[in-house]
């Protein structure tokens, strides 16, 4: 009999895929490994989306930025391009009234490579020389984006929309941790973040485990992963056992099936 499916996304974004990997037949198991939450001040975010229109592109790294933004937008003004780096994205966008039926939306033409680099390769970078480009993003976060829209000559602003954070390591967070460690399942990470904030937990647990090694338990676990990026830090973690998918929920979920 299979394992659990361990979503490890932010909780909004965890329980429509739970649900999805639940009517598959499968075990869904939600351990969040990051938290979303809100900034203390929202006025500057407010500022920004308050003169969309002075912007030529707005570009979105996560589907938490946009749900943070579109809490503060009412109506997307025409003519202002948005460039989203995955699937999830476009569905977040979707969920607000946003697709291409109605805007120009960029996304990275192979959906195994959603990242920033391919997000840059998908764009006409020349037609922004001298244009306004907006990156909404959380509060920290790779420079990659902004520095390639610059080197083409856009006049970059970035904006703050949400925080994240790694949980804290509760004695309840700990007690399902290792129990989802103690048998072999199917973890599906989608963020960098995520999985090296896990291991920093591992870690900090295993100081106080009595000699059990949760690290070496977390590298014999199978991880479905949509972007190389993702892969290439789990293989320098100790992690082997994986699936590469590319964006969007139905191939993570096809990956599953897939599964012996």
Excluded at 24 to 48: C, F, H, M, Q, Y
Excluded at 56 to 69: C, E, K, R
Excluded at 79 to 98: C, D, K, P, Q
């Amino acid at each position: 009999m299979p394992g659990a499916v361990v979503i490890t996304r932010p909780l909004a974004q965890a329980l429509p895929l739970a649900e999805r990997v639940t009517a598959l037949g499968r075990r869904a198991e939600v351990l969040p490994l990051l938290d979303i939450s809100p900034l203390p001040d929202t006025g500057p975010l407010r500022a920004v989306l308050g003169r969309l229109h002075e912007f030529a592109l707005v570009a979105f790294v996560s589907p938490n930025a946009i749900d943070a933004a579109f809490a503060h937008i009412t109506e997307w003004p025409a003519g202002v391009t948005l460039a989203v780096v995955g699937e999830g994205s476009r569905a977040a966008l979707a969920a607000h009234g946003i697709n291409a039926g109605n805007a120009d939306i960029v996304s990275p033409l192979d959906p195994v490579h959603s990242d920033s680099e391919h997000l840059l390769q998908a764009l006409d970078l020349a037609a922004l020389n001298g244009k306004q480009v907006l990156i909404v993003r959380g509060e920290a976060g790779r420079e990659l984006m902004g520095d390639g829209f610059r080197a083409a000559g856009a006049h970059v602003t970035a904006v703050a929309a949400y925080r994240r954070s790694v949980p804290a390591l509760t004695p309840g967070f700990e007690a399902r941790l290792r129990d989802l460690l103690a048998a072999p399942n199917d973890w599906i990470v989608t963020s960098s973040e995520a999985l090296r904030g896990l291991f920093v937990l591992l870690e900090e647990m295993g100081c106080s485990a009595g000699g059990e090694d949760v690290v070496a338990k977390m590298q014999q676990q199978h991880l479905i992963v949509p972007h190389a990026r993702i892969a290439e830090t789990a293989r320098q973690l100790g992690l082997f056992r994986m699936t590469l998918t590319g964006s969007g929920d139905d191939r993570l979920l096809a990956a599953l099936q897939s599964r012996p």
